[in-house]
């Protein structure tokens, strides 16, 4: 703040950094539990011991040279050793970049290289997969095993010292970095501060967004390597939540068998593994459920409904790696009657923007939604034509979401930007579309995205996975969307498929299905 | 921040200001209701009135020459205008402060001049009691009457601009000012920073914490002029919750009845409140409550049963007017199971410290209670030697609190430095003793005090009001206190009174006690 204070506020002024929450774990925590499966093994450790092994981490990380700014690269799935770098790594002023072990061996070289990581963290079972980066001046394997010319974790953290003490930087200082996927283009990369992230992890534990408390159990399917596991792990620690790291085990089987044996309150997974739990034949006691978030994709309502039937309590998460990665959750509003349509429309919403962020929507782009807020990214790094794109001069974020806004601040997701099909001069929703589609009960899973037409310019596809039996033709897929949607909106295009291909991160990956969608009609092949 | 930072973050960094939580309000809660009672009537306005009625007060304060930093006093219940002008005032940069309306006129006068105000906002039901002061440039009445020279704040809202734009200022700006009650010397004034509140707001609503949400109906009976009515006003106006302004409605039959007759969820308000609501002869259906809160001063274990028996679900707050009030909540571990002896104990305890906020007991004056952290404040308001008692150099809040800091992080307040009782050369603590006689069932309240002793240097003195029809005796507390507590800690006096002595914030006041106790003793009279 370089303004002059009129009349200034006698508050202490503390920087907003994430080892607070490890100290407060340690004090007032010391003997709550994280658990942590790798490969069959199960182990339990208390707070008090993991902060004390953060500490030894850092320690170490501090004599192999690693200091305030570096950054620290990991390759691993939710587990103890994750955790303790989740903790270790920003708190010593260090920068945490977990990477997406789902990407390309060339991207995982590009972002490693562009993040300028001097040293990286694998689990032993991925080591096959993480190739030699030129600039990484260590590498460290986790879990056992070895790796040519590698450190071995369990060293680190015996020659530390219990004792280290976490630096006080500025709360604008990063913590963490993380590379967004990306549907289109080369990935680009966020970069957290130690601000945006404790005021986060104080939002989304709020009732009405996570609502987390001590008495939960968290269970982070959504892995460390994607956005954070959702600011579970920081959010956990702040609120002394028993957490259930469950490793590589993420199979819908794996997480209802979790839940059960763990007691999990509350779980949080991309919408794909709440598909594939709504089917599974045999399903474990859920009962300790209080809520599980899905994300990633929306929740259509045949989902919801099912997953209603099993009594699994489902809500919807919205947000993306530039906004920490969550913005709302579809919580109905307090006034509507539970059950009645309106409160049913409220839940397959995207929900109110939390606290602290602020919404614009463009319409002259179709409605786009525009973010202001700490808790927003501000520009890419190292990438100042990615983010002059995204980021507007006065201040706001352009999301590449179509979206509306309703009388209660609801947001609804009618689609990305770029997936959108122009029809005719008109837009329609491809998101709105594969709702329609998704509400036939003989459909799994459904996605549409543009293909060319010399006529309308572009006519939507729909790719769609029929229920094993349902007998599902294409004609009574059309009759069901009659009345359901506009009838210029109708595909003519419907293709059955067994599978529909998804990113790294679990979303329908658009980029193969339009390439798909085109030669379908004869425009390449 | 003048550090430089190694590696920076790439988040928006914007300031922190209340006024994001108007904003918040009028548009994801425009049809919230808050409900306000003034005198006999009820009215109801919702979020979105209520938040264009707070832009059109900005718009004529900035008329009337009020400017960022300027000082705005508020003498008032808890109403719909007062709410307003805690809305009005942060979010145009001005500084809200909220006169005490129970301290001495002396007090007053000092108070207004010290904080330079350059308005008063008063109640029309409370103008004969505000004095004039010099200096104060406006003076404006609340809720229609008249007061000699006076502006009328609804002719003040229908000249206003209902599209006032509130400013963006930094985030260290003062938001609001508060002096302290000050059980001794003169009133000492906090200065609440934007940010402090802001992070106050949002640390008090989690689920740990108060745990409220857009579901909630809000009672605040703890007054706006009191430790900005324990930040609920701000925290309803940021989740959306339906608040409920009591007026002048505040004597345990009206906050019964009001419970009963808006549905109220969550309610807070100074313990001596509960005592009288427990007490009632006809408690109306109080079958709405989710929690209330019970704060100011310390909850025994037989208020505690009573107010289980009754179904009023109460935990205890605990805080001070230098911690924006709240630091922590009586709320016990999870891993303790409901109803022992532990979780009881738990119950009767403060709580533990909030996240963000770091604790440190300094056991070399007896184990008093240390505190850092953003909610803290910094220094007293042009008070340099009072600061200097109670600030140390290296960035802590010495409390005059003496406590215990247990495994799990509980604290328990056994004390006040200035309340100790020096027996011997040795320490009892006077709220430890008192809630060993508040346990005997004939006891209603009860507090003790040190008096002047030849032989031990002070002794315990006990006040103590008996319950109606009980005929306790002197002895038979005596007795009951043997086992309880050491036996040199059993207090020779023990005076009966029909009631205690209680500042204006309900507090006991241990100054009128201790003069009355050395009365006894024959040391003055």
Redesign the interface.
């Known amino acids: 703040?370089t303004?002059t204070?009129?009349?200034?506020?006698?508050?202490?002024?503390?920087p907003?950094l994430l080892k607070?929450?490890a100290?407060?774990a340690e004090?007032?925590?010391?003997?709550q539990e994280v658990v942590g499966y790798r490969g069959g093994r199960r182990v339990t450790r208390t707070l008090a011991e993991t902060v004390e092994r953060a500490r030894r981490l850092a320690s170490s990380l501090s004599r192999l040279g690693i200091?305030?700014?570096?950054?620290v690269a990991t390759f691993g799935w939710n587990t103890l050793e994750h955790l303790e770098l989740y903790i270790a790594v920003p708190a010593m002023?260090a920068?945490l970049h977990p990477v997406n072990i789902r990407v390309h061996e060339d991207d995982i070289r590009y972002i490693i290289r562009h993040a300028g990581d001097r040293i990286v963290f694998v689990d032993d079972s991925l080591s096959a997969r993480l190739p030699r980066v030129e600039g990484v001046e260590h590498e460290v394997v986790m879990g056992g095993g070895s790796r040519d010319g590698a450190l071995d974790y369990e060293e680190l953290i015996a020659a530390g010292d219990p004792s280290f003490v976490f630096p006080e930087?500025?709360?604008?200082?990063?913590?963490a970095m993380c590379y967004t996927s990306g549907t289109t283009g080369a990935p680009k990369c966020?970069?957290?501060?130690?601000?945006?992230t404790?005021?986060h992890t104080?939002?989304q534990?709020?009732?009405?967004l996570y609502?987390?408390?001590?008495?939960d159990v968290i269970l982070p399917v959504v892995p460390m390597f994607h956005a954070n596991a959702w600011g579970l792990p920081y959010a956990a620690l702040?609120?002394?939540a028993r957490l259930v790291l469950p490793g590589e085990n993420l199979a819908p089987e794996d997480v209802a068998r979790t839940i059960a044996a763990e007691r999990v309150t509350f779980a949080a997974a991309v919408t794909t593994i709440w598909h594939g739990v709504a089917q599974l034949a045999d399903l474990p006691d859920l009962s300790s459920l209080r809520e599980v978030v899905a994300g990633g994709a929306p929740v259509g309502e045949a989902l919801l409904r099912r997953l209603d039937e099993l009594g699994v309590p489902v809500i919807q998460g919205f947000g993306m790696t530039e906004v920490?990665p969550l913005l709302s959750v579809g919580r109905p509003?307090?006034?509507l009657e539970a059950g009645s349509a309106e409160w049913t429309s409220a839940r397959l919403s995207q929900g109110?923007?939390m606290?602290?962020v602020?919404?614009r929507v463009d319409e002259s782009v179709g409605g786009e939604l525009m973010l202001?807020?700490?808790?927003?990214?501000?520009?890419?790094?190292d990438a100042p034509e990615q983010s002059a794109e995204r980021f507007t001069g006065d201040?706001w974020?352009r999301t590449g979401d179509i979206v509306t806004v309703d009388?209660?601040?609801l947001l609804r997701l009618l689609d990305r930007t770029k997936d959108l099909v122009k029809s005719g001069g008109e837009w329609i929703s491809s998101v709105e579309l594969e709702n329609a589609i998704m509400s036939h009960p003989g459909v799994l899973e459904a996605t549409v995205v543009a293909a060319p037409d010399e006529r309308w310019g572009e006519r939507p596809c729909a790719f769609v996975v029929p229920r094993a039996g349902a007998g599902l033709t294409a004609e009574a897929l059309r009759e069901h969307l009659a009345g359901r949607v506009a009838k210029w909106w109708i595909p003519e295009l419907v293709e059955f498929v067994p599978e529909i291909a998804k990113t790294s991160v679990g979303k329908f990956d658009k980029k193969v299905l339009r390439v798909r969608a085109e030669r379908l009609t004869g425009g390449r092949d």
Chains 1, 2 share one sequence.
Do not use: K
């Not at 204070?5 to 503390?14: K, S, W």
């Open positions: 703040m303004r204070i009129a009349f200034p506020g006698l508050m202490m002024h503390r907003l607070e929450f100290e407060r004090t007032v925590f010391a003997g200091g305030v700014g570096d950054r002023g920068v930087i500025p709360e604008d200082s990063a913590a966020v970069v957290y501060s130690h601000r945006s404790v005021l104080l939002l534990s709020l009732p009405d609502g987390l408390r001590e008495s702040m609120v002394g920490n509003p307090a006034r109110r923007p606290p602290l602020g919404v202001a807020g700490n808790t927003v990214a501000s520009a890419y790094y201040g974020m009388g209660d601040g």
